[in-house]
C-alpha cells in the first residue's frame, strides 16, 4: 500500500519537528498532537462512507447471523433455535439440488466465459476492418439491465412463439422445449449469461493483450511458431494475471446469478434452474421463511469467503513459485 | 483483500511487462512490428494467399459474432413495432408486417410509464450524487492522508464489495422497516449509496497526483480540505466521468434491492416495472418488448456517447 508516501507526507504535515515520541506524550496529556490532527480531518473524509457501510452493510451483515439462528413467524424473528435453520437445510432436497445447479452453472459459465473472452479478444486485437465497431458490438449487452435481458430472453426462447424454435423449424430440427425440459431451460440461462457476460471478459483480456511486447510474437515467429504455438505457449500465459482476476469475478458472478434466473424461469421447471440465490429470495419474500432465507445468505457468504481465501492463497503459491 | 484487483489496466500492463522478460530462449531480434497492428515492417507489401485467407476468416468469424450478438437487440425492437399478430404467429418473420406504436401505447397509457422512467431517473440521480461523492472523498483519505489503522480500513472497506447482496436482504429489509422507510425512495437509494464501489479506483487515481503539487498548497497555508477542494478535484475530471458513468449504469440497471424495498407500484423503477407490467399482461411480448426498449435506451445513448470511459472504467475498476 502507500505506507512509505503517506508517511513521508505526514512528516511535511506537521509544520514542526517530524513526528517524535514526544507527539504520543502530547496525546497523553491531553493536548491534540498534529498526528491526532490528521488522524481527525482523515476519519473527516473518510465519515460519510464508514457510517453508510456501517449502517447498511456491516450492520445488516452482523444481524443476518443472528437472524439465521431465530424461528420466524411472518415478518419479525422470535425465540432462539440454535443451529435449527442450518439442519433444516441439511435435509433439504431443493436446498441441496439449488447448490448443485448453483455449482453446474458455475463450472459451465466460468470456463466458456473466459476462452470466449479470450478468443474474442485476440480477434479483436488483430488487424480486423471495422474493428472497432465489433468491439462495439461485443461490449453493448454488458450495459443493459439483466431484467430486460432476461425478457429479451424469455422472447427468444419461447418454446411456441419463439425465434430460436422458429428458426429450428424451418431448418428442419425440432424445436428445442427450453420451457418444459429441465436441461434445456438450463441452457437457455447459460447462453444468456454468457451473452450479456463475454464482454466484460474481452475488456479484460484486450487490456492484458495490450501490454504484451509484440516483440515477443515476432520472435516467436522468426523461430518458426505457428499462430496456435503462439498462441498456447506466449498469449495464453502472459494474459495470466487477467485470467487470474475474470476467475474471481465470472466465479462470484456466476455464483450469484439472480435476475436472469429469476425472469427467465424463475427456478423452474420444477427446481431444475433454481440457485442458491434465487431459494433465498423464494424463502424470504415469498414463503416469507426469513430465518431460513438468512441462513441460506450465511451458507452463500460462507461459500464465497472460502471461494475468494481459496483463489488468494493459489495465486499467491503461484506467484511465489513462478 | 489488500489488492484484490491486480489487473486494473495498467497493471496487467506491467505485469506482463514483468513475465515477458522471462521466456529468454526468445532472441530479441524483433523489428519492432506491431502484432496485428501493422507497422512499417517490409512484409506489409507482400500478402500471401495464406494470410489473405486467415484475414477473410478472421473478418467472418466477427461478422457472425456481431450478427449473434445484436440479433436479441435487433429482435427486441423489432417485436417492439409489431403488430401483436407478429408476435403469435407460429411462421418466421424476422421483419414486421407493419409498422405499429400500438405497443408503446398500450404501455404509456395502461400503465404510469412516465412515472417509472422518471423515479428511476431520481433514485439514479441521488444514488450517483452520493456514492461519487462520499467515495471520492474516501479515496482522497486513502490516497493521500495518513491516519492511524488505514491499512487496517482500507482492507475492511473492499472486502465489503465480496459481500453478495443475497446475503444481507433479508436484514436490510428488516433495517429499512425498523428505520421506517421501507416502501420510500430513501430504502432504495440509502443501501444503494453504502458501496465501495469505486473507492479503489478513485484511490488509485488520486494516489498518482504528484505530491508536489499538495507540498505547495500546504507551504501556502492551505488545509486537507481546501487542497481536496482545490487541488485534487480538478485533476479528477477523467475519474469523475468514469465514476459518475459506472454508477448510473449500475443503479439504473439494479433490480434485486428496489424488488424488496418497494411496494408502491408507483414508486416502482423500469427495471421493477417491467417486471410488474409482464405480471399484468402476461404474454403480451410486443408491450414488454416496448417497455424493455424505453428501459434501455438512456443506457445504451450514454455508452455510446461515453464508450471510451466506460471501457476504461471497467477495466480499471473490475467491478460491473
Known amino acids: ?322 | 483483500m489488500a489488492h484484490p484487483l491486480p489487473l486494473t489496466g495498467d497493471g496487467a500492463a506491467t505485469d506482463a511487462a514483468s513475465r515477458s522478460a522471462r521466456p529468454g530462449s526468445v532472441s530479441r531480434s524483433g523489428t519492432g512490428s506491431g502484432n496485428g497492428t501493422g507497422g512499417f515492417v517490409p512484409r506489409v507489401k507482400r500478402v500471401s494467399p495464406a494470410q489473405r485467407a486467415s484475414a477473410i476468416a478472421r473478418l467472418m468469424t466477427a461478422v457472425v459474432v456481431g450478427i449473434v450478438m445484436m440479433f436479441p437487440l435487433y429482435w427486441m425492437v423489432t417485436l417492439a413495432f409489431s403488430p401483436n399478430a407478429d408476435v403469435f404467429s407460429r411462421e418466421l418473420r424476422i421483419w414486421p408486417s407493419s409498422w405499429t406504436l400500438d405497443n408503446f401505447r398500450t404501455v404509456f397509457g395502461s400503465f404510469p410509464t412516465a412515472t417509472w422512467f422518471g423515479n428511476s431517473v431520481v433514485i439514479t440521480a441521488i444514488v450517483t450524487v452520493l456514492t461519487v461523492t462520499v467515495n471520492l472523498l474516501a479515496g482522497y483519505a486513502f490516497a493521500k492522508l495518513d491516519f492511524r489503522g488505514k491499512g487496517a480500513i482500507f482492507l475492511m472497506v473492499l472486502s465489503t464489495m465480496m459481500i453478495p447482496v443475497q446475503v444481507l436482504m433479508v436484514a436490510q429489509f428488516r433495517l429499512v422497516t425498523q428505520l421506517g422507510i421501507y416502501g420510500t425512495f430513501w430504502a432504495v437509494i440509502l443501501p444503494s449509496a453504502a458501496s465501495a464501489f469505486g473507492i479503489f479506483l478513485a484511490r488509485q487515481f488520486i494516489i498518482a497526483i504528484p505530491d508536489e503539487l499538495i507540498e505547495a498548497a500546504k507551504v501556502d497555508g492551505a488545509g486537507p480540505v481546501r487542497i481536496f477542494l482545490q487541488i485534487i478535484l480538478p485533476l479528477c475530471k477523467p475519474l469523475i466521468a468514469v465514476l459518475v458513468l459506472l454508477t448510473v449504469m449500475y443503479q439504473w440497471n439494479d433490480f434485486a434491492w428496489p424488488l424488496i424495498a418497494l411496494k408502491d407500484s408507483q414508486l416502482f423503477t423500469l427495471p421493477i416495472g417491467l417486471l410488474y407490467l409482464r405480471g399484468q399482461y402476461g404474454a403480451d411480448y410486443g408491450a414488454i418488448m416496448a417497455l424493455a426498449l424505453i428501459s434501455i435506451t438512456p443506457i445504451i445513448i450514454m455508452f455510446l456517447a461515453f464508450q471510451k470511459y466506460f471501457v476504461q472504467g471497467l477495466a480499471r475498476s473490475g467491478i460491473r
Open chain 1, 1 to 322: 500500500m502507500s505506507a512509505d508516501t503517506s508517511a513521508r507526507e505526514e512528516s511535511t504535515d506537521c509544520t514542526g519537528p517530524p513526528p517524535s515520541p514526544a507527539d504520543t506524550y502530547a496525546v497523553r496529556s491531553g493536548k491534540p498532537s498534529h498526528r491526532q490532527l490528521a488522524t481527525l480531518t482523515s476519519y473527516g473524509f473518510l465519515g460519510p462512507n464508514l457510517i453508510l457501510l456501517g449502517i447498511f452493510l456491516f450492520l445488516p451483515l452482523g444481524w443476518a447471523f443472528l437472524i439465521s439462528f431465530q424461528e420466524s413467524n411472518g415478518f419479525g424473528a422470535s425465540g432462539w433455535v440454535g443451529l435449527e435453520n442450518y439442519q433444516r437445510l441439511a435435509t433439504d432436497p431443493t436446498f441441496w439440488q439449488s447448490a448443485l445447479n448453483t455449482a453446474v452453472f458455475t463450472l459451465i459459465t466460468v470456463p466458456l466465459s473466459l476462452a470466449l473472452g479470450l478468443g474474442l479478444a485476440v480477434l479483436m486485437n488483430s488487424v480486423l476492418p471495422g474493428r472497432k465497431l465489433f468491439r462495439t458490438l461485443i461490449y453493448l449487452p454488458m450495459v443493459i439491465s439483466g431484467v430486460a435481458t432476461a425478457l429479451m430472453g424469455v422472447l427468444l426462447f419461447d418454446e411456441a412463439t419463439g425465434i430460436v424454435n422458429k428458426l429450428l423449424r424451418e431448418g428442419g430440427l425440432g424445436g428445442i422445449p427450453w420451457q418444459s425440459q429441465g436441461s434445456a431451460a438450463f441452457a437457455s440461462i447459460v447462453l444468456v449469461t454468457l451473452w450479456i457476460r463475454v464482454g466484460f471478459n474481452m475488456v479484460i483480456y484486450l487490456a492484458g493483450l495490450q501490454g504484451i511486447s509484440p516483440e515477443l510474437y515476432e520472435a516467436a515467429r522468426l523461430e518458426g511458431a505457428s499462430s496456435w504455438q503462439q498462441f498456447r505457449y506466449l498469449t495464453v500465459p502472459l494474459v495470466g494475471p487477467s485470467t487470474f482476476f475474470l476467475l474471481i469475478m465470472d466465479v462470484i458472478y456466476s455464483f450469484q446469478v439472480f435476475d436472469t434466473i429469476f425472469v427467465m424461469t424463475g427456478g423452474g421447471p420444477g427446481r431444475s434452474t433454481s440457485v442458491l440465490v434465487t431459494y433465498a429470495y423464494e424463502n424470504g419474500f415469498v414463503t416469507r421463511d426469513q430465518s431460513y432465507a438468512a441462513a441460506i445468505g450465511i451458507v452463500i457468504f460462507l461459500l464465497t469467503l472460502i471461494f475468494t481465501a481459496i483463489q488468494w492463497r493459489g495465486n499467491r503459491s503461484r506467484d511465489t513459485a513462478g
